[in-house]
């Protein structure tokens, strides 16, 4: 099978399933709207019933059959009514992984309505890792109830994750941890491996450690299958691995394992002693979720906002950037109201100032993705900050010079006005070169005051680019041409 083919089946698989469970909703509501105007029947609490079980039935076994990302994906994708009716329907053992799967804003909606009870028992299905994953989300009273029923040991390992930012390792490690000694040999290895029911997911090497836990290298699998028995650890270990402190970045750490194509990777406190682990998957997770954010933030929005949240509450989740953005807007109107004798001499300003103004603002707009991902993935550093300053200068020129000519032209040809067309193509220069600078300024502005680069960059770049832009033509308009 063709590789680009899997993702595509597996997304049709998944629609098909979304649709699958919205057809049964909808019979639900159907056969339910029917038996409820049929009360008069003596027989009607029993039709009724029959009927709520004989779709939530056929509704529980389609659950049954999927993997909880996709019970994830399909609770995503419905309204709310429609979101707690599936949920309901969803086996007790696995609520607790479906909870893990949904995004942010559909956990917390869940976590809102659940009765007490239920919740418990939702969180107390997960194992300690996963459930550090949820401490921030969950009421402290319930986490406290929740913690009694975990061990000993996996209790204080969520006490100890919970020490942790969420944008640290030690937030995202695991407690699953296989360790060996570099004394051992291979086959007494094997020996300790085969006695165990599993083994942890993303194993793809052993952590050797010394008397007093210090991590001193890591063994992979394939070390233990390819080489004799009688060889000691020490012989085959690798004692310079990729190794994360708890405290360290998170964002390194997914470079870090993007950068060296890892699986897993020991992590240690100050002191050197390995305390967890951190895999692929979470990172991965890490990821993904720090993507959305950063999509989010660059459109103004605070944090993940859930597709059928109240409206209340989505309206209020965009309030912040809007009341910012209105206030960038009177701001550039007055720019234009500096010109309105200039605008009702030449009333072609009007119609061509907003090319001005659209196109700076795209432009800047892609200057600013291209700086945010460069500081996210870390190759923007203080040595090479102004060689990226000047490169886009560069760009801008050579846009400016382009396209400023392209549109000088067009406007020369719609009006029949030479000094127009000049102040077009000047205007769109200056304003491309504007657009460039800015786009670098204002991410690494915010990435500098420790704030999220992406964070409502969008929205003030467009402002800068509209005002100025319109300042620009219509200031260069009142010189050349009046």
Same mark, same amino acid.
């Given at each position: 099978? @063709? ?12 629609? $098909? ?21 049929? +009360? ?42 429609? +979101? ?19 995004? $942010? ?26 459930? %550090? ?12 109830? /929740?913690? *009694? ?44 491996? +085969?006695?165990? $029911? ?19 290298? /890591? ?18 270990? &690798? ?6 402190? #708890?405290? $360290?970045?998170?964002?390194?750490? #997914? ?43 660059? %459109?103004? &929005? *605070?944090?993940?906002? @859930? ?7 989505? %309206?209020?989740? +965009? ?9 960038? #807007?009177? !701001? ?38 291209? /700086? ?28 400016? !010079? ?11 040809? &719609? ?60 200031? &260069? %308009? ?5």
């Amino acid at each position: 099978m @063709d590789s680009a083919a899997a993702p595509r089946n597996s997304q049709h698989k998944l629609e $098909d399933n979304l649709r699958h469970i919205v057809k049964l909703l909808e019979k639900h509501r159907l056969v339910e709207t029917m038996v409820d105007r049929d +009360r008069a029947s003596p027989r009607h609490d029993l039709i009724e019933s029959l009927v709520h079980r004989q779709h939530l039935v056929e509704l529980q076994l389609k659950l049954r059959s999927l993997h909880p990302a996709d019970i994830a994906y399909i609770l995503e994708a419905l309204p709310l009514d429609d +979101r707690l009716l599936v949920w309901r329907q969803i086996q007790d053992d696995s609520g607790g992984e479906v909870l893990l799967e949904v995004s $942010d804003a559909v956990r917390d909606w869940l976590i809102e309505v659940l009765e007490r009870p239920v919740l418990v028992r939702v969180l107390s299905q997960l194992d300690a890792d996963d459930l %550090a994953e949820l401490v921030d989300a969950v009421a402290e009273d319930v986490l406290v109830e /929740v913690l *009694q029923t975990l061990t000993a040991r996996d209790r204080d390992w969520v006490q100890s994750t919970m020490a942790y930012l969420e944008d640290r390792v030690g937030h995202l490690m695991s407690p699953d941890v296989l360790t060996v000694r570099e004394g051992q040999r291979i086959e007494q290895v094997l020996w300790l491996l +085969r006695g165990r $029911d599993d083994l942890p997911p993303n194993t793809d090497s052993l952590f050797v450690v010394d008397a007093r836990h210090q991590c001193k290298g /890591v063994l992979p699998l394939r070390a233990l299958l390819l080489n004799d028995p009688g060889k000691q650890v020490a012989e085959l270990m &690798l004692a310079n691995p990729v190794v994360f402190g #708890a405290n $360290d970045s998170a964002d390194e750490a #997914a470079r870090a394992f993007e950068r060296y194509d890892l699986i897993s990777a020991p992590v240690i406190n100050e002191r050197g002693k390995l305390v967890g682990r951190l895999t692929v998957d979470a990172v991965m997770d890490y990821i993904r979720e720090e993507s959305e954010e950063d999509a989010l933030n660059m %459109a103004g &929005l *605070q944090g993940d906002e @859930d597709l059928f949240a109240p409206i209340w509450a989505s %309206a209020r989740n +965009r309030w912040l950037w809007l009341a910012i953005n209105l206030c960038t #807007a009177f !701001v550039a109107s007055r720019a234009i109201g500096l010109f309105e004798g200039t605008i009702s001499q030449i009333v072609a300003l009007a119609t061509l100032m907003p090319i001005v103004a659209g196109i700076g603002g795209n432009s800047g707009n892609q200057t600013t993705a291209l /700086v945010v991902r460069g500081l996210a993935l870390g190759e923007i550093t203080p040595e090479n900050t102004w060689h990226l300053v000047f490169k886009e200068l560069g760009v801008g020129l050579l846009n400016g !010079v382009a396209w400023g000519a392209t549109v000088g032209l067009f406007a020369y040809l &719609l009006y029949w006005n030479l000094p127009l067309g000049g102040v077009m193509a000047a205007a769109m220069l200056l304003n491309l070169l504007l657009a460039a600078l800015v786009g670098v300024a204002i991410p690494l502005t915010l990435h500098r005051f420790g704030r999220d680069p992406a964070m409502g960059s969008s929205v003030l770049l467009t402002f800068i680019t509209d005002g100025m832009g319109f300042f620009i033509f219509l200031g &260069l %308009a009142t010189v050349c041409l009046l």
